[in-house]
């Protein structure tokens, strides 16, 4: 019976700590910058907007780009439950070799369930 209730304890226990997390969420995975001009090294600043749904403050660590075209801006503060924030994320056009539409990938790593959320900036890149 000790055993057992030993075993409960801890079950109970872990459940507590894995409820007790923040959890970020965003309105939209993608963002899309428009038309951007190779030849006049146009730029655009896109944002995503995200909450922390969780119950403890969440801290964002640092974000990963698939193009260094593309410059991200993470909070500095930690995001207190049920507060929203912004990432901007500003693409560059100039030294593309790309002409089109592009997809730009971008990783965001954070305290809490999952570690890191990847958003997405599509831009068409023109003359």
């Not at 997390?21 to 038309?35: C, V, Y």
């Not at 507060?83 to 730009?104: C, P, S, Y």
């Amino acid at each position: 019976m000790m055993k057992y209730v030993f075993f409960c304890t801890i079950v109970v226990c872990c459940a507590l700590s894995a409820a007790a997390q923040p959890r970020l969420t965003f309105r939209s995975l993608m963002a899309d910058a428009g038309r951007l001009s190779v030849g006049k090294s146009e730029s655009r600043t896109v944002q995503f907007v995200c909450r922390n749904v969780g119950d403890q403050p969440l801290l964002f660590d640092h974000a990963e780009t698939s193009c260094p075209c593309a410059d991200v801006k993470l909070p500095d503060k930690p995001l207190k439950p049920g507060k929203e924030a912004k990432i901007k994320v500003t693409f560059r056009a100039r030294d593309l070799d790309d002409r089109g539409m592009v997809t730009n990938l971008i990783t965001v790593f954070y305290s809490g369930p999952g570690r890191y959320t990847r958003l997405r900036v599509r831009a068409e890149l023109v003359e």
